[in-house]
C-alpha cells in the first residue's frame, strides 16, 4: 500500500522549499515559512527508509542485498548533490554540503544503524543535536560564514569542518532528521512488510498479504507537541538565562547554524504534521472523497528529487546567463532580478507546469532522477 500521509508532507516539503528559492534568490524576500521544508524533506527521509527496507524484506531481499542496495542509492543522492553544486552553484561551491550531500549521508548512515535497538538509534540522534553547539564553537562557525554564504578553503580539515558542523547543512545536528523520522517509522509501521514507497523512489505496486498492524498516531502528535512547546519555552526564556548558557548552547531561532531551538520546533512540527496526516487520511474510512487531491500530491511526491533539481536550474541559470551577458559577474543580478511579487507567482506557475508535464507524460512512468536512481542502484 501507498501511504497518502507521506505524499502530502513531502509536497508541502517541496512547495515551501521552491517558493523560498525562487523568491530569496531572485528577491532576496525571506518569506515567514522559511526553514520549514527541509527539515520535512528530511523527517520523511527516514521514515521512507524504514518503509523501503520493511519492502525489500516482505519480497525475500537478504541482509547483503539490503545493505548493497542502500549504499548504491546513498552515493547517487551524494554525489547528485556534488554535480547539483557544481553545475547549478557554480564550482567554487562545490564543497557548500548542501541538503543532497547531507540526504545521501543520511541514508548511509541509516543503513548503517537499522539493526540497533530503538533506544540506542534515539541516543545517537540527541547526541548529533547536543554536540552541535559545542562543535560549533570549537570550528568558530562564524569565520566560515561571509555575508550570510558558507565559503572555506580547499583543505582536507576545512572540508571535513564543513561536512560536520559549518557547512549549509552539517551532519551536526542534522544528521537528528532522518534518525527521527527512521525511529518513527519503525514505531507507527511496525510490520509494514509490503509497502511500495521506497523513500525518494516508489516502486511498483505489491499485492499486499495480510494486514499491517495499525498502530495509533497520537503518541507521535504528542512528542512533536512536546518538542515544539519545548522550544517555544527555551526562546520565550532566553533572556532570563545566564550569558555562557545563552551564547555557547541556545542561540535562538536560527537555519543557519541550526540551533537546538531550531531542532528541537522543526523536528516536532514534522512529526506532528505526520501523525496528523496519517490519522486524518491514511486511517480515514472516506479518503476517497480526497481521490483528486491525493491524485496531485502522489505525483510531487513521486518527482521530488527531480523537481527539486529541476526547480534550481529554471531559475538560477537564467540568472547566471544573464549576469554574464551584462558583465564579467555573472552572479551581479543575484536577490536583484525582480521584485517578490513576480517571483513568487513564478514559483507558483513552475509547480503548476511541473504537475501538467508530468501527467502528460504519463502519471506511472518513471522518469527523472528517481528513474536512473532505480536504473543505476536496484
Known sequence: MRYSSIDIMRTIAIFVMVMVHFSENLSGYVPPFSGLGAPVFAILTGISYHLWVSGQQSKGKSEQEIFKVSVRRGLFVFWTGFAFNILVWLPEDTFNWDVLTFIGFGLLFL????????????????????????????????????????????????????????????????????????????LVFPNDLHSDDAGLVPAKPEVAIGRPKVVSPWPVVFVGTALIAGSMTILTTRSLMPENV?????????????????????????????????????????????????????????????????????HIWPLWI?????????????????????????????????????????????????????????
Open 111 to 186: 543503513n548503517l544503524i537499522r539493526s540497533m535497538r530503538l533506544p540506542v538509534v534515539v541516543l545517537i540522534g540527541l547526541m548529533a543535536v547536543l554536540v552541535s553547539p559545542f562543535l560549533r564553537g570549537l570550528a568558530d562557525y562564524k569565520a566560515y560564514w561571509t555575508v550570510g554564504h558558507f565559503e572555506c578553503d580547499l583543505t582536507l580539515t576545512d572540508l571535513l569542518i564543513g561536512f560536520t558542523t559549518t557547512g549549509y547543512f552539517p551532519i551536526f545536528p542534522w544528521l537528528a532528521y532522518p534518525i527521527a523520522g527512521y525511529v518513527t517509522g519503525r
Open 246 to 314: 545563552t551564547k555557547y548552547f541556545f542561540g535562538g531561532w536560527s537555519m543557519f547554524p541550526a540551533t537546538i531551538e531550531y531542532v528541537m520546533a522543526t523536528i516536532g512540527m514534522a512529526l506532528a504534521l505526520f501523525g496528523l496526516a496519517y490519522r486524518m487520511v491514511d486511517l480515514n474510512p472516506n479518503i476517497r472523497k480526497l481521490e483528486g487531491f491525493l491524485k496531485i500530491t502522489k505525483t510531487f511526491s513521486r518527482y521530488s528529487l527531480t523537481i527539486y533539481i529541476l526547480h534550481h536550474i529554471v
Open 322 to 378: 544573464y549576469g554574464a551577458t551584462q558583465g564579467d559577474d555573472p552572479t551581479a543580478f543575484w536577490q536583484l532580478a525582480m521584485p517578490v511579487s513576480y517571483s513568487l507567482p513564478l514559483s507558483l506557475a513552475f509547480m503548476a507546469c511541473c504537475y501538467f508535464a508530468l501527467n502528460w507524460l504519463g502519471p506511472d512512468r518513471r522518469i527523472g532522477f528517481e528513474s536512473w536512481m532505480r536504473w543505476l542502484c536496484d
